[in-house]
């Protein structure tokens, strides 16, 4: 009875199709929205998770997110340095300046001023170069997007392709020279603004003379410590707030779904995929069920129960379902592959899938269910009518 269950549904190719392009359109449109958006959010920490040396970032109380620089008084690392608990700290730089480029264009980028002794929060990948070479006179780093990509030096033609900024080529920043000493590989932002590393000394005289220009202070707590403890004795000490990099991730990610329209925009796209799914795929199945009733009946007639009616029709959607969600997850899956090193902000962690397939489950549920009452409702003389 399984095996004719199967004849009749592939047998109207037509419907089949199309149940199956349904369902394959809400898999695709769930994983690689939610996808996206993942990789949103993941871009708007990527400095964070770029920089896993410190236990602890501490910072003005009024900082929302990672981005939100309320510069601090040099003065602050010093207290930082003589609480309890703390093994090191230094001091960080964070801020967006304008780099003229030498066709005379100004490009604005993310400037990362590192502790000049320690060269702790550096990029985490050197494609070309070392660290080491920030300790170079005039020297910057840059991250690989940013010097293939805006930074990337115009050609003798307007025709011409950019030229990718190389080691040795020199950028100004703030009417100072910077010398390009290395190319790093880091996460994207969430602006998606090219990254120069530099030293904190150096950072200083790049950045616009200001009273207060500290960012951050990054800070390790000594072994046998309890870094709650010690975020709780800075706060008491200095009136600072010390987050762990996970706390700190978690309130720059909650800003973003607070304060921007990302989550609504992302949530109805998937929510329509949703819908979409259900209306093509009920309904086809809807007409492939009133389609095939006299053969139903016939089945009926011949003694089939509605038990076993109900798994041949659970068995169909199955396969429409299972058929359909692995050829959207597959397209899905083959962004995330095009999407590396691109624009293109894209996350597929295995949780996605398994929401995948459940949406898609609960299609297949919703299906039967609607399909079934028709079914239950047969009448074996249908067979005998007309």
């Known amino acids: 009875m399984y095996l004719i269950a199967l004849k009749m549904l592939v047998g109207n190719r037509g419907k089949f199709y199309a149940m199956i392009f349904g369902v394959a359109l809400t898999s695709l449109i769930i994983t690689q929205q939610s996808?996206?958006?993942?990789?949103?959010?993941?871009?708007?920490?990527?400095?964070?998770?770029?920089?896993?040396?410190?236990?602890?970032?501490?910072?003005?109380?009024?900082?929302?997110?990672?981005?939100?620089?309320?510069?601090?008084?040099?003065?602050?690392?010093?207290?930082?340095?003589?609480?309890?608990?703390?093994?090191?700290?230094?001091?960080?730089?964070?801020?967006?300046?304008?780099?003229?480029?030498?066709?005379?264009?100004?490009?604005?980028?993310?400037?990362?001023?590192?502790?000049?002794a320690t060269l702790v929060a550096g990029p985490p990948t050197m494609v070309e170069g070392s660290l080491e070479d920030l300790r170079r006179a005039d020297a910057v780093i840059v991250d690989e997007a940013g010097a293939n990509g805006k930074l990337a030096k115009v050609g003798p033609t307007p025709q011409s392709p950019r030229i990718p900024l190389r080691v040795g080529d020199v950028l100004e920043l703030n009417d100072s020279r910077a010398v390009v000493a290395g190319i790093a590989r880091a996460t994207r932002t969430f602006q998606s603004q090219p990254v120069i590393y530099t030293t904190y000394s150096r950072a200083m005289r790049f950045a616009p003379r200001e009273r207060k220009l500290l960012s951050f202070v990054l800070a390790k707590v000594k072994p046998g410590y309890d870094f709650k403890e010690v975020a709780t004795q800075i706060q008491r000490q200095t009136g600072l707030a010390?987050?762990?990099?996970?706390?700190?991730?978690?309130?720059?990610?909650?800003?973003?779904?607070?304060?921007?329209?990302?989550?609504?925009?992302?949530?109805?796209?998937?929510?329509?995929?949703?819908?979409?799914?259900?209306?093509?795929v009920g309904q086809t199945f809807?007409?492939?069920?009133?389609?095939?009733?006299?053969?139903?009946?016939?089945?009926?007639?011949?003694?089939?129960?509605?038990?076993?009616?109900?798994?041949?029709?659970?068995?169909?959607?199955?396969?429409?379902?299972?058929?359909?969600?692995?050829?959207?997850?597959?397209?899905?899956s083959l962004t995330s592959i095009l999407s590396k090193n691109s624009e293109l902000a894209f996350y597929l962690p295995w949780q996605v899938p398994v929401i995948t397939v459940l949406a898609t489950s609960l299609i297949t549920l919703i299906t039967t269910v609607f399909s079934l009452r028709k079914v239950l409702r047969l009448e074996p003389a249908i067979v005998f009518r007309g």
């Open 286 to 332: 809807f007409s492939f069920i009133v389609d095939n009733m006299r053969y139903l009946g016939i089945l009926k007639a011949m003694g089939a129960s509605n038990r076993l009616l109900f798994h041949m029709i659970l068995l169909q959607t199955v396969l429409v379902g299972t058929i359909g969600s692995g050829l959207g997850m597959g397209i899905a």
């Open 242 to 280: 010390a987050y762990r990099s996970d706390e700190f991730k978690g309130i720059t990610i909650r800003y973003f779904m607070k304060n921007t329209g990302i989550p609504i925009n992302f949530g109805m796209a998937v929510g329509l995929g949703f819908l979409v799914g259900v209306a093509i």
């Open 35 to 116: 996808s996206i958006f993942l990789g949103l959010m993941s871009r708007t920490v990527g400095f964070i998770f770029d920089t896993p040396q410190p236990d602890l970032w501490v910072m003005d109380p009024k900082v929302q997110f990672v981005d939100d620089i309320k510069p601090l008084q040099d003065t602050k690392l010093f207290q930082v340095r003589g609480v309890e608990g703390i093994d090191w700290a230094v001091p960080l730089y964070k801020g967006s300046l304008r780099a003229r480029l030498p066709n005379g264009t100004f490009q604005t980028c993310n400037v990362i001023g590192l502790d000049d």
